[in-house]
């Protein structure tokens, strides 16, 4: 895995704006030229028989019809009608209806579509070698239409989609989609098991043949925050079960980075974190968003990564031979050791993500307003993000900084873009309070204030991966007893472990994780390492500083947690009532002042501090009646606490693994 | 169809198949070397029929090639029009101009004819490292009578079997460790002799049949210090008596394969045992390796054949009491001895089933649109139980090789493709020739029975799109079988190594085994900096009911590497570890030898190991059987 991330290490590529053409040529006969991209090499509803008449389906089905005693031919007209619900139907005329329709829809969103063509031309290679799975970060809703319009584009296969079942309930849309390659998943895959027994069959024939290139996004949903999330193992695992079972020679995993200078649901990413419940996916709810159509969102970024082969990654770690005592149809859960990769290749791809992702002058910009929220000069906030854009540079990140520009309107042309969130008057910079009706409670006063923060946040997250390896570094060294390196990298695994929901970090490489971050630091000059100590270099300072304020907010809000369950009241409580609780505590400490974030009233942090209080056995969680109910061990948090402010050491560090 | 299904030409035909296998031997001349001292045996088996003509003299080299396959007369070249030629006068092929091969040669490998690797011409006898004998045990075997020679030729040619590795090293003219002694034992008497005396001398044996070997196993270990002797068994080779009454014959170990059936033909039996090195390799080689023929599916392979096994070890000699044809005596002693790959001690006679001649053959060949499409039908073959005498699956690139080796004349050599061709518009419509594969057939039996059998077969076929393709093409194939051992030493004269190698794999396996192995030897390659692709083909050339025998054929173009033999074993071992990780066998029939041993516990399990171990260190405590293989 090491090996692969070397090898995957970035070069700056040339990004072409997919629309440029279009905005010239006709659309329609971009829709209608010819399409010599391979075609799947069975028709769709040989490949659904093939799934129907899977020895595996039969193992479950009659596992199934036994254990519930109804009659097999009854489970199996289920199985059908699962497959029904969820099976594509891919068509090339659909596909250019399609992509006739987006050019349209594109060409008034977006002022470019930017991607880079060698990745492109790499994907067409590894296309015709094996197959192929595509796998986008998660951020929009037309995410895969916009990859789907890419791939017809450039004449490369169009892959089938594995898309989320609210989708598929807009009755039109939802066909439209089918036809397009989508195919529909339940949110819950894991619980029923002739259910996942369809789904994974479908997916295995769809990788086993060669059908077309599959399309899974690994983070599961759509991340409200455009922070990467923790990805999900299902889909990896199917996906990858044919190789590990020898039914094809090696699987190629495409991570590919999509990044937006403004997204289209951004009025619901605030909503959604402060509690708001969201729209559901319905027809009415898409047409309404006519409104967004209205709007301009700036440019995005697809970046296709370089193509991983899964048999690479494999090599020494995987036996496929230990398959070869067993029907390799029976039903059987996957061994540890491959239940283990899967997760270090699915953690894997999400960061190759993140260093294939475009920072846009904007995410560096909200950066910088959120660490100076009140307000701010316009001439210091330029000369901050400029600073800022030098130090993520040298931390190896890919920003689209047009160069035929001056930093004045590059900057000011994203203030343009987005003048909801923020605004400059009088030379002074500040974030926007959406204006609502009649007075209101200072409670809602800190609602809405928040939900320009989490606003702004959500962008500023697009960059956060660039930054958090050295940040940790900084963060750790601020709590550690000594600058030597045991106790700094003592310090970095306790937070690593502790912020493990926030960043994805690949299991098992803490080691690598604070080598990258130090040399990080040592990359920007604001580090010197001599005799296994690390010391900061005078004038880099604040550089240290500055890092480790980036973690602050999140950081902070632990603290809040934390703190508050330490309290009398929050010796158990259930999970229903985990967020809104502690929401209105910390409301109360933001209105006394004790806390300054209006970042840690965010349901997003908020619940992946719980989680990771209870991976570290602060907390554990058990089923009462029908609710979900937690119960604080408070020694344990105490520690948690007490290392978090730096006053106790944490335990001993593993740092012979060094 | 009817008009060539007469009786008495087919047995006339099958006879004359039988006689192409056996060669045009002239009985080989007197043996010259002055250190052989050939002896009646003085044990007093009955002996109806004395060794009749064989066709492997003591002195093999004398018709044989010292570095490469076969008879010395027969070889391709590239004659100096640039055509290709099989020479000599012992094949069907023999004499005859290919006019393709050089095409697909060239096409294939990237191979240019005027980048020549020709071999060393002959033996120098000054690279030969000198004996290392055991003066006591040498005046010992001599008083007892037994043939012997130290003759450097006679060594060499001992010392190796037909992996490329030990070919590629002859043609260069490197020499390794070699057999000190070659001896040549004329009975079961002489061979326990010779074991009693290797015994007493604390000397080293290594039991030689054929020479046919491809799993190292005739390698003498580096390592060895003692005296190595190589017993020659090619001098125990009558059949001692053949039972009518059970159909049964008993027969000495060094036996040929060709002789065996030529001289049972003569009575009106054949064992239907036909490995395809049949020409050359011994019924003791067999036992030793667990061989498998190419009609298994009518007589059975090696295991299924022995019906009594007599082996002189170190401890004494082994055999069962009697010839009952299945016994619960605990498990099976006869199976200590199949496969023990000479560690154990010599077999030196063997009774085994015989069958009356069949009085009819027939060849046939199946078109499938893809390898897919054979392999199922193959499968449905085997699940009806109605295997032909031999039915084997050619992948497309074999199918393409196939007729690169079309001649320039001769009917029933009329190219597959040109055939094919005739009726491709009406029949063969949307059979990509870049995808299609064939499948050979051969039938045996009495001819009404033959007759509805190949019909219940070519009834299956046509359920998986395949079409009959004629008698002709099937029986080019059969034919092939002999002369393609031929081409690897036509390859090494212009930078192409390449080597074989099986393996054997359940039903549901067989298409990902297949494309796996062949795509890693792609990529291997590529990898390695083989500049051009290799060759990486495949056939399935047995069935049985739970899977079938893989046969893979690998070779390349090493023009640029400076250690192809070092990249081609890299190869080999990468293809055997993805032949395991797809739930492969380590071999079908190859045998394990040195070539494959390191995969041994893996594949039997370290209890399994053990118990093999165990029996080694009973048998034969002082290694004296010590070539090494298996463990
Ligand atoms: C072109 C070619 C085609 C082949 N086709 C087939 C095939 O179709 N089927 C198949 O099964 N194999 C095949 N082989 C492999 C080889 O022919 C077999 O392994 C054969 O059984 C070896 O017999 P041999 O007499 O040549 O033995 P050798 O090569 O001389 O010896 C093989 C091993 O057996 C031991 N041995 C030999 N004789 C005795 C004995 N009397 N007692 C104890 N140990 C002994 C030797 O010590 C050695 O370890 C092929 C090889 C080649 C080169």
Known sequence: ?658 | MASNTDISEHQRSARRRLRIIAGHLQRSEQDGAAALSAQECKAETPRPSAAKGTAVPKRRQEIMKWNGWGYSDSRFLFNKKGQAEFTGRRYRLSGLILPSLKDWFEGTFGANLQHKTPATASLSVSAVPPPNLNELLVEELKAAGVALSSNPEDRVFRSHGHCLHEIFALREGRIGRIPDMVVWPSCHDDVVKIVELASKHNVCLIPYGGGTSVSSALECPPEETRSIVSIDTSQMNRILWIDEKNLTAHVEAGIIGQDLERQLNESGYCTGHEPDSMEFSTLGGWVATRASGMKKNIYGNIEDLVVHIKMATPRGVIEKSCQGPRMSTGPDIHHFILGSEGTLGVVTEVTMKIRPIPEYQKYGSIVFPNFQQGVACLREVAKQRCAPASIRLMDNEQFQFGHALKPQVSSIFTSFLDGLKKFYITKFKGFDPHHLCVATLLFEGDREKVLQHEKQVYDIAAKFGGLAAGEDNGQRGYMLTFVIAYLRDLGMDYYVIGESFETSVPWDRVLDLCRNVKERIVRECKDRGVQFPPLSTCRVTQTYDAGACVYFYFAFNYRGLSEPIHVYEQVEHAAREEILANGGSLSHHHGVGKLRKEWMRESVSSVGLGMLKAVKDYVDPNNIFGNRNLL
């Not at chain 1, 296309?127 to 809703?141: A, C, D, G, K």
């Not at chain 1, 290139?213 to 599961?220: C, D």
């Not at chain 1, 719980?610 to 604080?632: F, G, H, P, T, W």
């Open chain 1, 1 to 658: 895995m090491d090996r692969v991330l070397r090898a995957h290490a970035l070069k700056p590529e040339n990004f072409f704006d997919v629309l440029e053409e279009r905005r010239r040529g006709s659309d329609i006969s971009h829709a209608l030229r010819t399409f010599s991209a391979q075609v799947p090499p069975v028709p769709v509803s040989a490949l659904n028989r093939m799934v129907q008449e899977s020895q595996y389906l039969h193992y479950v089905i009659s596992e199934i019809a036994a254990e519930t005693g109804e009659p097999y031919e009854c489970v199996k007209d289920e199985a059908t009608s699962i497959l029904e619900e969820m099976s594509q139907n891919l068509q090339l005329s659909f596909i250019r209806l399609m992509a006739f329709a987006l050019t349209k829809v594109f060409k008034r969103l977006f002022s470019s579509i930017r991607v880079n063509e060698d990745g492109l031309a790499r994907l067409q290679q590894a296309i015709q070698e094996h197959p192929v799975i595509l796998v986008p970060n998660h951020r929009s809703y037309i995410d895969f239409l916009v990859l789907s319009y890419i791939m017809f584009t450039y004449d490369l296969s169009v892959p089938v989609i594995a898309a989320g079942i609210p989708l598929m309930g807009m009755s039109l849309v939802g066909e439209v989609l089918r036809r397009s390659g989508a195919f529909f998943i339940r949110r819950a895959i894991g619980s029923d098991k002739l259910y996942w027994a369809v789904l994974s069959e479908y997916v295995r024939t769809i990788v086993r043949t060669g059908f077309a290139p599959l399309e899974f996004f690994v983070e599961g949903l759509r991340s409200r925050t455009l922070k990467s999330l923790k990805p999900k193992l299902g889909m990896m695992q199917m996906v990858l079960e044919p190789f590990f079972k020898g039914e094809v020679y090696d699987i190629t995993l495409v991570p590919i980075s999509i990044s937006y200078d403004r997204v289209l649901e951004e009025s619901l990413l605030a909503h959604e974190l402060l509690g708001v419940p969201k729209p559901s996916e319905t027809t009415r709810g898409l047409l309404k968003a006519r409104r967004v159509l209205e709007e301009n969102y700036g440019c995005m970024h697809v970046y296709f990564g370089n193509p991983v082969s899964v048999r690479e990654l494999a090599e020494g770690r995987i036996q496929r031979g230990q398959y070869n005592l067993i029907p390799r149809d029976l039903p059987l859960k996957l061994s540890a050791n491959l239940q283990e990769f899967v997760g270090d290749v699915a953690h894997l791809v999400v960061h190759l993500q993140e260093r294939g992702s475009v920072l846009s002058p904007w995410s560096l910009m909200a950066l910088i307003l959120l660490q100076n929220p009140d307000d701010l000069d316009w001439n210091v906030f330029i000369q901050k993000t400029l600073r800022l854009r030098t130090l993520a540079s040298q931390l190896g990140a890919q920003i689209d900084w047009p160069a035929q520009l001056s930093d004045l309107e590059v900057m000011s042309s994203s203030m343009a873009l987005h003048h909801a969130v923020v605004q400059s008057e009088n030379g002074r910079v500040r974030l926007v309070e959406k204006e609502g009706p009649g007075p209101i409670t200072q409670e809602e006063a800190v609602l809405r204030r928040a939900s320009s923060v989490l606003m702004c946040a959500s962008y500023r997250n697009q960059a956060l991966h660039v930054f958090t390896r050295p940040a940790l570094v900084a963060a750790a060294m601020a709590m550690a007893p000594s600058h030597s390196k045991e106790d700094v990298f003592g310090r970095f695994r306790f937070l690593q472990d502790l912020l493990a929901n926030e960043f994805i970090f690949i299991p098992g490489h803490t080691v690598q994780d604070f080598e990258e971050g130090c040399s990080g630091l040592l990359r920007c000059g604001a580090l010197s390492i001599q005799d296994h100590a690390l010391s900061v270099i005078g004038e880099a300072q604040d550089t240290v500083v500055f890092l480790s304020g980036i973690l602050k907010p999140f950081i902070e809000t632990y603290q809040v947690v934390l703190e508050v369950l330490g309290k009398e009241t929050f010796q158990t409580f259930t999970e229903k009532r985990f967020v809104p609780d502690i929401r209105a505590a910390t409301v109360k400490l933001i209105l006394s002042g004790e806390v300054r974030s209006y970042e840690c009233i965010s349901s997003d942090t908020l619940k992946n501090a719980l989680s990771a209080l209870v991976r570290m056995e602060a907390a554990s969680k058990c089923q009462v009646a029908d609710q979900i109910e937690y119960r604080v061990n408070q020694n344990v948090l105490r520690r948690i606490r007490d290392t978090l402010d730096g006053s106790v050491a944490s335990e001993v560090p593993l740092y012979s693994r060094l």
